[in-house]
């Protein structure tokens, strides 16, 4: 099992169209979301105009989490959505997607090559997290700092820093310990994927 925590100091932050975007993550660490040659990429991002079309992404796959503020999605001809924090849409990047109403949220692209997922747990005091297979988990708290417990190893990670689990071990399984370090509610999104 592969463990990192990338700060959030070292994030890359560019503009879009509708306000800016936050590179967490992107894989393989050399590839460029400018030039769309990336397995997957993990960003958070402003929406700060209240319409705004999304960026056309052929070949990909998208998760969207609204982790603050509410937007409605319209994806034309398909459907429309109203997302509330840490609510989701999954849709695809060919698709022609607006957006309306400012907020602020996570997101999660796929090319064809893997799959994946986010989803969000309430932390309070501890909670155990079960880690299966060949797979890359990727942990972003929100509303305080967290302590991580893989084995005998303890990991403090700050508020928007990304924990980032490589378990390799297709028949092992691996239990990590989340401790909220704070006297308040803490969110923490979970993208989990996968390689075809």
């Not at 030039?35 to 998208?62: C, K, Q, Y």
């Not at 994806?75 to 022609?96: I, N, Q």
């Not at 060949?134 to 893989?150: A, H, K």
Request: net charge negative; charged share 30%; proline share 2%.
């Amino acid at each position: 099992m592969n463990i990192e925590v990338i700060k959030k100091e070292s994030y890359s932050v560019s503009e879009w169209s509708g306000g800016k975007t936050t590179e967490l993550c992107i894989y393989p660490k050399t590839s460029k979301y400018s030039d769309r040659n990336f397995m997957w990429r993990i960003s958070a991002a402003t929406v700060d105009i209240e319409e705004s079309t999304f960026t056309n992404l052929p070949g990909f796959s998208r998760q969207l989490m609204v982790t603050d503020g509410e937007t409605v999605l319209e994806h034309e001809g398909k459907y429309k959505v109203t997302l509330k924090p840490f609510e989701k849409d999954s849709f695809m990047g060919a698709w022609v997607t607006k957006s309306y109403g400012k907020a602020s949220d996570f997101n999660l692209m796929t090319s064809e090559a893997c799959s994946g997922n986010i989803e969000v747990l309430t932390v309070n005091d501890k909670i155990e997290v079960g880690i299966k297979g060949e797979i890359n988990e990727y942990f972003y708290s929100i509303g305080g700092d967290i302590e991580f417990t893989v084995g005998n190893e303890k990991f403090y990670v700050s508020e928007k820093d990304l924990f980032c689990v490589k378990h390799e071990l297709k028949d092992d399984e691996a239990t990590i310990v989340i401790t909220n370090k704070t006297c308040k509610e803490v969110k923490i999104i979970v993208t989990t994927v996968k390689q075809s």
